[in-house]
Structures are given as C-alpha cells and as structure tokens.
C-alpha cells in the first residue's frame, strides 16, 4: 500500500512559496494568513522529512531539494488541473437530465420549452415525468421540479410558482350560459382531481356543503384542466396548470375565491451536487419564466 499523499493545502502553499520565493505573497495569493502558510510549509517538511525552504534576510530560498520538489510539483499541479478541467468539460457537455409532474409538464412547461431551445440550442435535454419523486443518486437526475411544501432531504429547493385552485369551465359549456355564483356552480357537473374537494371552496364561498355528487375525479390535475376544456363541466383547477387555456381563451374563470393549494412548485437539485452550466442556464430561464407567469 504507498504511503499517504501530503495534505493538499500543503502542497498549493509549498507551489505558491516557490513561485514566488516569498511566504507574504503566497499568503496573499491563496488568501491566507502568513502564519497559515509558513504551518503548511511546516507540516509538508515533516510529512517529506526534508527541508524545503530556508530563510534569507526577509525572503526565502529554495533549498536543493525543494527545488526539485516544487519543478515536478508544477507539473503535477498542472497535470491535475488539465484532469479537472476535462472533467468539467464531460459533465458540461452531457445531457441535461430533468424529471417533473406529467400535469405540470404537459400544461406549463412543455408549451414554454421552444422558447428554451431557440436561446439554448447546444443543450441535449432529457425530460422524465413521473408521479414519484426523484433519488437524483439512483436515476441520473441533474433536475426536478416538484409540487409540494419545499423539504426534501438531501436536497436544495427554491419555490418556482405558488398554487391555488381556481373555479373553471369551457366558454361554451352550457351552450355558453355559464354559472355567475356559488349556488349556480353547486348546480353544475363538477369536476376535480383526487387531493382536492369542493366542499371546502364552497366553505370558503359561505356555503356548509357535504362534497357534491355530481363530481368526476381525476387522478391527473392536467387531465381535469383538459376535461374542463371540452365542456365536461366546472374544475375546480389549479390556476398555474390553467394559465395558457386562460389566456387563450380555452377556459373562462368563474366568479368566487382562489383557493390556496397549501403546496407550490419547486426547482430541486442534490445539496452536495454543483449544476453544471446547462442546468445553470436551465434554472435561470425557469426564473424568468415564472415572473410572466406572475405579470
């Protein structure tokens, strides 16, 4: 088994030193004290057992043997930095990989992704949906877009849209004649996904109601906005996967509350993991396109 390697820091204070044959400039440079560098230059002599520097008037000297020491160290160093730089370059040049919520994908940012291409067109880009949650370890994932209350562990999130529900139908359902209160939406064919209830938006209206019957449930939030569109009746929506259809004029919304969602959209990454440029550029152009969202 070789012996074990110096501590780094050792050997970056030791290369500083003979570059510039000055402890001062050293400390400088690597934005340490001078007490700091000369206990590195120390703690390298006695890991090598050899001396390496000497002390002339105010200055340094080389001795022989660090002399030679720190022209194959420089080679070394650079040798490593052209690693690391190869190194960056690979991760750079990968794909980038991204998971989020089939709904949030296919309602929000799948329209919004041309725009991403048109100014990122050098960007390989992998796109999973799923309902489960991401082990960036386990499947490769540099990404995600999550909807729920922030904390994950092991991750770093940063809130992307808040959510609310939003009551929403066709601007032709009931052959136009669409409902303008709370007691004339009660009287439609409603519509909503599995984790959210009618009974409580009509609680917030004033109206103690048991959860209608009238109801079709979906277990896909972008597949109640879809069957909203073709006239099945009233959803009961979440504002951000309804925002294009409104704007568009696919979906009108109805009089009455936004609900809060009590969850939001996150961008999530791995804490220990740095993004690389690609996903960088990715999550600044997320930003961007949530303050439109919000205008």
């Given amino acids: ?36 560098v000369s206990h590195q230059i120390k703690n390298l002599e006695q890991h090598l057992a050899v001396q390496l520097i000497a002390r002339q008037g105010r200055g340094i000297v080389l001795t022989p043997a660090g002399a030679a020491f720190a022209a194959k160290l420089n080679v070394a160093l650079t040798q490593l930095e052209s690693v690391v730089a190869e190194a960056r370059a690979e991760v750079a040049a990968g794909p980038l990989r991204i998971t989020a919520l089939p709904s949030f994908t296919a309602r929000w940012l799948m329209p919004r992704l041309p725009e991403f291409r048109a100014r990122h067109p050098e960007t390989e880009l992998h796109l999973h949906t799923t309902t489960e949650l991401a082990d960036f370890g386990r499947d490769g994932v540099d990404l995600a877009i999550r ?56 609680r917030e209206m004033g109206m103690m109601v048991q959860e209608p019957k009238n ?17 099945q009746g009233v959803a009961l929506a979440r504002a951000v996967l309804a925002y294009d259809d409104l704007a568009a004029g696919r979906l009108v919304r109805l009089p009455g509350a936004a609900l809060a969602a009590g969850a939001a959209y996150y961008i999530v990454q791995p804490s220990q993991t740095p993004l690389s440029p690609d996903g960088q550029a990715f999550v600044a152009w997320l930003r961007r396109q949530a303050r439109f969202n919000a205008e």
Wanted: aromatic share 10%.
């Fill in 215 to 231: 109801t079709f449930v979906y277990n896909d939030s972008g597949l109640l906005v879809q069957a909203a569109i073709t006239g």
């Fill in 147 to 202: 909807y729920g209350q922030g904390t994950w562990p092991g991750t770093t999130s940063e809130k992307l849209l808040d959510e609310e529900l939003i009551p929403v139908c066709s601007p032709q359902f009931n052959q136009g004649r669409l409902p303008g209160t709370a007691a004339e939406i009660l009287a439609c064919p409603l519509l909503r996904d599995t984790h959210v209830h009618w009974a409580n938006w009509f």
């Fill in 1 to 36: 088994m070789p012996p074990p390697l110096p501590p780094f820091t050792a050997l970056r204070a030791f290369a500083s030193c003979a570059r510039h044959l000055s402890i001062s400039r050293a400390a400088e440079e690597l934005h340490l004290t001078h007490g700091a």
